[in-house]
Nanobody, 119 residues
């Protein structure tokens, strides 16, 4: 069973950048597809980005394409979300999640990190 811990959330001005990190422990990190999700106040949690186990495949929500980039370092058991050109609508709690090899859903979730973008 893997444990996930996000970090890097902060208050940033619109147009700025942040990099979120998600450190995994307690499992074989390279065996998990990793994803980032976010939840804004009063809204449902939504998908942001995902990366395959080997890091060769990625996918993004339309709202962040061209601005956000997901990556992973399997040697460090860490996945990252580089966020550029931030907008006020990116304000949310960001969660990382892990999907096991034989699972159809994300099984493990971190506690979240707050990103606030001021306009």
């Amino acid at each position: 069973q893997v444990q996930l811990a996000e970090s890097g959330g902060d208050l940033v001005q619109a147009g700025g950048s942040l990099r979120l990190s998600c450190a995994a422990s307690g499992g074989t990190f390279s065996g998990y597809t990793m994803g980032w999700f976010r939840q804004a106040p009063g809204k449902e949690r939504e998908f942001v980005a995902m990366i395959t186990r080997g890091g060769t495949g990625t996918d993004y929500a339309d709202s962040v394409k061209g601005r956000f980039s997901i990556s992973r370092d399997n040697a460090k058991s860490t996945t990252y979300l580089q966020m550029n050109s931030l907008k006020s609508e990116d304000t949310a709690v960001y969660y990382c999640a892990a999907q096991g090899l034989f699972s159809s859903r994300y099984n493990y979730w971190g506690q979240g990190t707050q990103v606030t973008v001021s306009s």
